[in-house]
Each structure stands twice: as C-alpha cells, then as structure tokens.
T-cell receptor
Framework: EAQVTQNPRYLITVTGKKLTVTCSQNMNHEYMSWYRQDPGLGLRQIYYSMNVEVTDKGDVPEGYKVSRKEKRNFPLILESPSPNQTSLYFC??????????????FGEGSRLTVL | GESVGLHLPTLSVQEGDNSIINCAYSNSASDYFIWYKQESGKGPQFIIDIRSNMDKRQGQRVTVLLNKTVKHLSLQIAATQPGDSAVYFCAESPSTDKLIFGTGTRLQVFP
C-alpha cells in the first residue's frame, strides 16, 4: 500500500530534550516536506526537499533541522525543543518536485507536546 | 502579506443536500489551486485541483470553481454524505516551490 509513515504518532517531551520524528514514503517520490498545523493558522511549511541531499527552508524553519540521505526518508529533528513547538506535524511527499503540479500525499500526523 | 482565507469556519448541511465551501485567496500570482479534505485524526487528502487557465473542474461528486476576477475559489460537493464530514482546506500556489494553505472549513453533515 502506497503511504507516508510517520513515527511517533504521539510524543510528550520536555524542553531541551532532542527528538527526531521519522518520515518514510514507499512511493519513490522525489519531493518531501514537513508541515506543522496549529489552530487558526492552517498548515505551515517547515522544510522541504526536492531530492536526495537537497533541502530548503519553508516558512517556519526556526528550531528545526532535516536531512535527506535517502530518497524514502526525511526525518525532522528538534535539537532543543521548546513549548512553542507543541503542534501537530505532518510529513508529505509528491512525485513531482514542482509544487505547482501534482498532489501531496500526507502522513497521519505526529502530535508533539513539549512541556 | 500572503493569505488564504475562508468565509465560514463551520458549515452544516443535511445529508443529500449539496455543499459549497468557499475560499478567498490574496495572491494574484497564484496559478494553481488545490482542495484537501482532512478527517479527524488523519492527514489531509487531495480532492481536486485546478489551474488558473480553467474556471471549472469536475471530479466525482465534486466541482471546483475558480473566479480569478475576485480571487475566489469554491468546492461544491453534490449529494453530501456523512462520510464527507471533515475539514476542507484550499491551497494556492503562487510559485512552483510554494504552497499556501488556508485555515480550513469544517463540514458537518447531519441526517
């Protein structure tokens, strides 16, 4: 089954404790992206990747890191989480690096709470 | 700044009726638009898209209308079913590497 898989789905952590949210897609998509979803703000892009070893900042990259060493994986790293990073995170992939075409396939989401 | 807005945060319709979800966009450079559906506890799911060279596009039970003059986008769902209950997002693409999402409209379907 074609899918985007995120882990963990739920996580409660404390300020400053490094964490990684993994994302894997099995569709051989070139484009991958991370979003955060907050009430009243919609989906905001954190980072995206057009292909292996190519990553770029989105609209809200502060406090996050990503890597794209393999085509299928795109982990989101929070080196020193803070409470304002409490949010619902979505990973997405697309067969086309052109965001003006092609649909995004989203994971199920990872709800992160930073105390 | 760039923004994508929605007229109604919640829309309640009776099962079997048609639903219309509206979206206003602000960037006149946007030439590609997408509607997503997000069910509770799940990630957004692509519904339908439309390019700026079109005014209307139809899918299965869904139609998207684009009015570039007033920068307005709408999603019409025919014969709304309980399974259509979800939050619907519009998104606009002002450039090939950017997609701006709206805040969403919740559609509630009652019997």
């Amino acid at each position: 089954e074609a899918q985007v898989t995120q882990n963990p789905r739920y996580l409660i952590t404390v300020t400053g404790k490094k964490l990684t949210v993994t994302c894997s897609q099995n569709m051989n998509h070139e484009y991958m992206s991370w979003y955060r979803q907050d009430p009243g703000l919609g989906l905001r892009q954190i980072y995206y990747s057009m292909n292996v070893e190519v990553t770029d900042k989105g609209d809200v990259p502060e406090g996050y890191k990503v890597s794209r060493k393999e085509k299928r994986n795109f982990p989101l790293i929070l080196e020193s989480p803070s409470p304002n990073q409490t949010s619902l995170y979505f990973c997405a992939s697309s067969p086309s690096p052109d965001r003006g075409s092609g649909e995004l396939f989203f994971g199920e989401g990872s709800r992160l709470t930073v105390l | 700044g760039e923004s994508v807005g929605l007229h109604l945060p919640t829309l309640s319709v009776q099962e079997g009726d048609n639903s219309i979800i509206n979206c206003a966009y602000s960037n006149s450079a946007s030439d590609y638009f997408i509607w997503y559906k997000q069910e509770s506890g799940k990630g957004p799911q692509f519904i339908i898209d439309i390019r700026s060279n079109m005014d209307k596009r139809q899918g299965q039970r869904v139609t998207v209308l684009l009015n570039k003059t007033v920068k307005h986008l709408s999603l019409q769902i025919a014969a709304t079913q309980p399974g259509d209950s979800a939050v619907y997002f519009c998104a606009e693409s002002p450039s090939t590497d950017k997609l701006i999402f709206g805040t969403g409209t919740r559609l509630q379907v009652f019997p």
